[in-house]
């Protein structure tokens, strides 16, 4: 069965930073994109940032352009979100996904049921 576990989130204030880690286990493949997306009260969940792992694209979601980055650990699966500048918008539950077998991703996004993280809290304050 395959897990995706989050951890690194927290509160600051704003223009601080964190870095957020994912870290999946179970898998039989190695997950070609895993992305990082996140969901504030009352909102939709929205994709932030996504990577490929074969070519090293990145994509990332305007709001966040120049101020969080993504990056693949040495472990396989393994994915970080390094987010430096932070303002009291970006606060959100965060969420780690990657490519299921059958699916597929395109930019920013996965499709065919991806795998998900549980979610980590990141709040920042004014």
């Known amino acids: 069965q395959v897990q995706l576990v989050e951890s690194g989130g927290g509160s600051v204030q704003a223009g601080g930073s964190l870095t957020l880690s994912c870290e999946a286990s179970?898998?039989?493949?190695?997950?070609?994109?895993m992305a990082w997306f996140r969901q504030a009260p009352g909102k939709e969940r929205e994709g932030v940032a996504s990577i490929y792992i074969n070519d090293g694209r990145m994509y990332y979601a305007d709001s966040v352009k120049g101020r969080f980055t993504i990056s693949k650990g040495s472990a396989k699966n393994t994915v970080y979100l390094q987010m430096n500048s932070l303002k009291p918008e970006d606060t959100a539950t965060y969420y780690c996904?990657?490519?299921?077998?059958?699916?597929?991703?395109?930019?920013?996004?996965?499709?065919?049921?991806?795998?998900w993280g549980q979610g980590t809290q990141v709040t920042v304050s004014p």
């Open positions: 996904a990657a490519r299921s077998p059958s699916g597929y991703c395109v930019g920013l996004h996965i499709f065919e049921s991806p795998y």
């Open positions: 179970g898998y039989t493949h190695v997950s070609n994109c």
